[in-house]
């Protein structure tokens, strides 16, 4: 909940109690689900080496548990992460061991993620033909799926490589292809991606009239992208306000449960104390009468 509220700080601390818990009761998959969770929050807060190691000891945890789909993940998050710092080889290697466990569990969701994700990494390492075979194995999956946006993403990806290749028909052709689906499924980010990639790949062809068309369109986009966001900052906003106002309720109305509690408790050792005081006065009044007959 804070996490995708943008609450970091409530999100870790409510990840770290969980974590405690978990450790508690020595619930294993529940540990690393928590440690994978903190090191998200890492990953996201720019301090990849803290997100590293958590993924690294999630990891290890579901490699005990033989859970295919967190090891499966853990390795992707461990792979992206690799690849910010630098380490795109390592990234690689992870991302490749992911896909053979997905492969083995026929998880062709996995699988398409897992293969753009080694599709990006290719191209960014300048292996342009290999990203295109990956990408293209990941659409093919995702065709199987129908999963329209993820076809949109790699023929935008295949365009964007062969733009690269500086094979323009080819990379005009691809994101057409993908702007075409992201506007039927009318995706605003896809459509703003790929609008951009067209400008470009107008440009570099001489279509200026076309170029300028795309950078309107991905202009448009991208001012509607921006009052999406400021309106989730709103509702954020409006929501982090209930809930302190809640959370303010709820600690007057738990202050006044201890004070009616505590309350009563002074009322019963009173009672207590009364009624030991009168057995003890009794007592005292027999041994009184006793000794002086």
Do not use: W
């Amino acid at each position: 909940m804070y996490d995708n509220q943008g609450q970091i700080g409530r999100a870790l601390q409510f990840y770290t109690k969980s974590l405690q818990i978990q450790e508690e009761i020595n619930n294993k998959l529940g540990i690393a689900t928590a440690i994978i969770n903190i090191g998200s929050i890492y990953n996201s807060q720019g301090e990849r080496k803290k997100a590293l190691e958590n993924n690294l000891r999630g990891y290890e945890l579901y490699k005990e548990l033989n859970d295919q789909v967190g090891m499966a993940n853990a390795l992707n998050n461990i792979g992206s992460i690799s690849a910010l710092l630098g380490k795109r080889a390592d990234a690689l290697n992870y991302y490749k061991q992911s896909l053979e466990i997905q492969k083995n569990n026929h998880d062709k969701n996995g699988m398409a993620y897992s293969l753009a994700n080694i599709g990006s990494n290719y191209m960014n390492r300048g292996y342009l033909d290999s990203a295109i075979l990956a990408y293209t194995e990941s659409m093919s999956i995702r065709q199987e799926m129908n999963n329209q946006y993820g076809i949109s993403s790699c023929l935008s990806n295949i365009g964007l490589v062969y733009f690269m290749k500086k094979d323009y028909e080819k990379a005009r052709m691809y994101c057409e292809k993908s702007l075409k689906i992201a506007e039927d499924i009318g995706s605003p980010n896809a459509i703003s991606v790929t609008s951009r990639r067209l400008s470009d790949i107008y440009t570099a062809m001489g279509d200026y009239k076309k170029a300028l068309e795309m950078h309107r369109i991905f202009k448009q986009m991208s001012d509607s992208l921006k009052n999406d966001e400021t309106q989730k900052v709103l509702v954020k906003n409006q929501i982090q306000y209930e809930f302190e106002k809640k959370e303010a309720q709820s600690e007057i109305d738990h202050q006044r449960e201890i004070a009616i509690v505590e309350e009563k408790e002074k009322r019963q050792k009173f009672v207590s104390y009364s009624v030991i005081g009168g057995l003890i006065i009794v007592i005292l009044f027999s041994i009184i009468i006793f000794a002086c007959k």
